[in-house]
């Protein structure tokens, strides 16, 4: 999704150098980056306190406190998810933005024969 932020932004740059009001794209395509850093904080957290998780080998207090862990981990799993569909969101909104200034914009090349 880095690669795609990158070739939004410059299409959204040339729509605003185009004379086209880019406001709600710029929103969107900002809210998308924050998003996509907060999934990608939310795993990498989850992933290295999961990684830290010892066996019980039957200590119900290791038991537990893995249980712990497990569960904080999954919660943030779930947030990076919301994180990531909260950017698809943002997404369709700029696709459909560009999609709109494009044919604002396009001209009629007359047929000829």
């Given amino acids: 999704m880095s690669q795609l932020s990158t070739k939004f932004q410059a299409r959204i740059s040339a729509a605003q150098a185009g004379g086209q009001q880019v406001n709600t794209l710029s929103k969107a395509l900002t809210d998308m980056n924050a998003k996509i850093a907060d999934a990608s904080a939310q795993a990498a957290s989850s992933s ?24 904080a981990a999954r919660a943030q799993i779930k947030t990076a998810l919301k994180d990531l569909q909260d950017a698809r969101k943002d997404v369709t909104t700029i696709v459909k933005g560009l999609g709109a200034t494009a044919s604002s914009t396009a001209t009629t090349m007359p047929v000829t024969q």
């Fill in 48 to 71: 290295t306190a999961v990684a830290a998780l010892q066996p019980d080998n039957g200590d119900k207090t290791i038991a537990a406190a893995n249980t712990k862990v497990l569960t």
